[in-house]
């Protein structure tokens, strides 16, 4: 194939001095391209195994795997763009999808995967394929600016064990709970005191219940700040409540000192929000039976709602041979022994739909209901609202000091009116830069 090219502009990032990344390349090829992420002891072995596939597929081409710890990689990123050393292929977060191309930072791979072997529009998710799309004016259409990592629908878990011994069967797939069947059986889930206490429920996503309570952080083309919409601030106000008043939440302090992913690990916890990403962890260490169930619904509409995200994989507008990058984005993405090897380590659902149906579903492996992740993907899933702006710092604003609604400092209308306005300014801002 011939190398791709995209007409941008120059990217300008403010370089910070970093250390701390790792590399692990491997030997043997003639041509070396760079690739940077990040993730778990687990998942960069999942990668190195996918990257020797790949090598041993392409033996002129050796791949230098960076890992970055996940707080550290934005920046370390723009430092490497700002000094001209990006890497060839790099992880892509849905929201820098916009800035990234304007930019002139990600090279535009439309012609690419259309002529690509392992691509089949038809065999791959079209909400992951989505998120790295982009015509200049609207995210998730137009051309493709990344390959999906993955896409990862965050179910609701829970703990048979802990169910069976309440007494609580778990709603039908297709009859969900209420907020105030939820908030029961949660009630009846928790018991004990101290280090021993069992809580009915980890913190709650507050994107399911701000959105199945019809609300949302922006209006419906993302130009306008709704947090005082009275059923945004409800919703708000029943996720802190479910910890201020029913009791069935663990409190800020106690989430702090122990999260709940490692108290639903000891059993301590009956209902926890998951990715597939979970799934390998809870296959090696979990010692009581689990599944997923769908989440509870708003009775103010009935509807049931949750987010999924993924990550992609880009390829520097820059790079020195773009051809080697986009194949190895492509052969992580979409070649089938890669993405039968991430399924099987229970790192991700496959992006082949096939692969999904043939062998992820009837997989005798945990979770017994994996539809649930496939509903929430096709079904009643949506992207983060942050990732439709061309900036996301008025979102990091509302999370800046959520904690004092958390706490009960603030209730959820005081929060709400206290920073709408500054995110309205910051929103405004990204709208303006896009415009020009």
Excluded: H
């Excluded at 051309?143 to 011994?165: M, Q, T, V, W």
């Excluded at 992913?261 to 209902?271: D, S, W």
């Amino acid at each position: 194939m011939k190398k791709r090219n995209a007409s941008v502009a120059v990217f300008t990032a403010v370089a910070i001095l970093l250390s701390g990344c790792s590399s692990a390349p491997s030997e043997g090829g003639d041509n070396t391209i760079t690739f940077m992420g990040w993730g778990s002891d687990t998942e960069i072995a999942v990668f190195n195994d996918m990257i020797a596939q790949f090598e041993d597929q392409y033996p002129d081409v050796t791949v230098d795997y960076i890992t970055v710890p996940a707080g550290d990689f934005q920046t370390r990123l723009q430092t490497m763009i700002a000094s001209n050393n990006a890497p060839d292929v790099f992880y892509l977060a849905p929201e820098n999808v916009m800035p990234f191309v304007d930019g002139g930072i990600i090279a535009d791979l439309s012609e690419y995967i259309d002529e690509s072997e392992l691509f089949d529009p038809d065999n791959v998710w079209d909400n992951a394929l989505d998120m790295y799309r982009y015509d200049g004016t609207t995210p998730g259409v137009g051309a493709s600016y990344g390959l999906p990592k993955d896409i990862g629908p965050f179910a609701l878990a829970y703990n048979k064990d802990l169910f069976d011994a309440a007494g609580i069967t778990a709603p039908d797939p297709e009859n969900p709970w209420t907020w105030e069947e939820f908030v029961a059986a949660a009630t009846a889930l928790t018991s004990g005191s101290g280090d021993d206490k069992v809580y009915g429920s980890a913190p709650y996503s507050l994107e399911s219940a701000v959105w199945s309570n019809g609300a949302d952080w922006l209006n419906s083309d993302y130009t306008e700040v709704t947090v005082t919409d009275p059923a945004f601030v409800e919703a708000l106000q029943w996720v802190a409540d479910l910890s201020l008043v029913e009791g069935v939440v663990p409190t800020s302090e106690e989430e702090s000192s122990l999260p709940s992913f490692q108290r639903f690990m000891e059993g301590n916890v009956a209902m926890m929000g998951v990715g597939p990403w979970n799934q390998g962890g809870f296959w090696a260490d979990a010692d009581f039976a689990w599944d997923l169930m769908p989440w509870p619904v708003s009775p103010a509409t009935g509807e049931r709602a949750v987010w999924y995200g993924g990550i992609g994989y880009a390829v520097s507008e820059k790079s020195d041979d773009k051809e080697a990058a986009s194949n190895l984005a492509a052969f992580l993405a979409f070649n089938e022994d890669a993405q039968r090897t991430n399924m099987e380590q229970g790192q991700a659902i496959p992006n082949l739909i096939d692969m999904t149906n043939e062998e992820y579903l009837p997989s005798d492996k945990l979770p017994e209901n994996k539809q649930e992740f496939i509903r929430i993907i096709q079904d009643y899933g949506r992207r983060a609202t942050q990732t439709y702006t061309y900036n996301s710092e008025w979102f990091g604003l509302f999370n800046s000091n959520l904690a004092s609604v958390w706490t009960g400092e603030m209730t959820a209308a005081e929060y709400a009116e206290s920073v709408a306005g500054e995110m309205q300014e910051l929103l405004d801002q990204g709208i303006a830069e896009q415009a020009e």
